[in-house]
């Protein structure tokens, strides 16, 4: 039997303040200790910290600080031979020890953790926000945390956008920034109270991407064009379309797909994406149509092996850091040609991989599908999420229904 780890709710004393103490609870044989997280909430906030989705900066922060209490701990359980508390204690303290005390440092023993997971693309992610964040620091001192306030994120934002970077990209280094400040804090480097990403103080921008997706006429010029078999480009289109047709599946997904994913009719598999989350993830199910198999047919590694990689853009036993650059040169290769074969077919849109998976759920959409099966094709957990990638109806369709607040004048 393994211990457990979850979270009590201290109500026995309130502090001056209203709140009470939140406290991590660790349970094995039927004992149960507890330990201090230094956070307090009041009653209202407990509670909304408990919701699975909280919409409040500061009650989802929180809840990812707790996250990231429960996720140390259960690191320490795991790594123990044989559980006991006192060893639990020990190495669980000891870990809080070990950690750097300025930004880059945690940073850098971030990374070192998630490349050690084999989570090489993420690792790369975090390593971008350092490296931004760094030119911004431009200084020989390290980046403290008490450096981090509102002024200091506005002017990185700033800065970002005079260098010709999006506010996607600001967002999304901002929060890897805004997940080491919260490591921060649980390791007692970094001062809660002067937490500056919450709704009063600094709020990180959410960009709004531009829409990507095709009408179904562009992906008609597409799917007949004439490319010379067997050549590059040939492949480059069939496994663009390849994604499209198979509910927008991304290309890393697509390099892992093995044979043994297909059978019944279906290719079934678990986003790469979504795989080490701690939510109980569905299986992503996609009817084989006769497209889906000519090019499975066509372009599949043969042999055909049951646990083989259908495309061949994988091999077998190869590092983290590796899978990422051959994935990355697949996708730079399907973009290089499906960016000519628009141009040829004067489709007036950057068309990439990412295009298909917008494709899909918008040409969905447009068809009357509703959108808790588009969220379901996606493998998306929240329909939220799903909404973002739908695209607006096409031009055609607005003046159709434009026409219907004039329909009087028809039955003239």
């Known amino acids: 039997m393994s211990a457990t780890v979850n979270f009590y709710f201290d109500t026995r004393k309130q502090k001056k303040d209203g709140t009470y103490p939140v406290k991590l609870r660790i349970t094995y044989q039927r004992q149960q200790r507890y330990y201090p997280t230094e956070i307090s909430l009041t009653d209202v906030q407990w509670d909304k910290v408990c919701k699975p989705k909280p919409r409040e900066d500061f009650i989802r922060d929180t809840k990812a600080l707790l996250d990231s209490f429960s996720n140390r701990a259960e690191r320490v359980i795991k790594n123990l031979p044989v559980f006991s508390f006192d060893e639990f204690e020990n190495r669980y303290a000891g870990e809080s020890r070990a950690k750097p005390d300025h930004v880059f440092a945690l940073f850098d023993a971030h990374i070192t953790q998630l490349k050690s997971e084999g989570r090489a693309g993420t690792a790369d992610s975090y390593q971008c926000a350092a490296n931004a964040l760094l030119a911004y620091h431009a200084r020989k001192t390290p980046l403290s945390w008490s450096d981090i306030t509102p002024q200091w994120l506005k002017g990185f934002e700033q800065w970002m956008l005079t260098k010709g970077r999006s506010i996607t990209s600001v967002g999304i280094y901002l929060r890897s920034l805004r997940t080491i400040y919260n490591q921060a804090i649980e390791d007692g480097v970094a001062d809660r109270d002067a937490y500056p990403f919450t709704k009063r103080r600094y709020q990180i921008p959410t960009g709004r991407n531009v829409k990507k997706a095709l009408t179904l006429s562009d992906i008609e010029k597409i799917y007949h064009y004439p ?73 599949g590694k043969k042999p055909v092996r049951h646990s083989s990689y259908v495309f061949g853009i994988l091999t077998p036993g190869i590092t983290a850091e590796r899978e990422m650059a051959l994935i990355k040169q697949f996708v730079k290769t399907i973009n290089k040609y499906i960016r000519q074969i628009a141009e040829v077919v004067k489709i007036d849109k950057d068309v990439t991989t990412y295009t298909a998976r917008h494709s899909f759920s918008t040409v969905l959409k447009r068809s009357g599908a509703p959108i808790e099966f588009i969220s379901e094709s996606l493998g998306h957990q929240d329909i939220r999420t799903t909404e973002s990638y739908l695209d607006s109806f096409e031009d055609d369709v607005k003046r159709q229904y434009a026409n219907v607040l004039t329909g009087f004048k028809n039955s003239k």
């Not at 198979?246 to 297909?262: E, F, H, S, V, W």
């Not at 290719?267 to 992503?284: G, M, N, P, Q």
């Not at 497209?291 to 372009?299: A, P, Y």
């Open 227 to 299: 490319a010379e078999s067997m050549s590059a480009e040939d492949r480059a289109r069939d496994l663009w379309l390849f994604s499209y047709l198979c509910n927008g599946m991304n290309p890393k997904d697509m390099a892992r797909l093995t044979y043994q994913q297909i059978s019944g009719g279906h290719i079934r598999f678990v986003r790469a994406k979504t795989e080490r989350t701690k939510r109980e993830v569905k299986s992503i199910a996609v009817a084989i149509t006769d497209d889906v198999q000519r090019i499975i047919d066509k372009w």
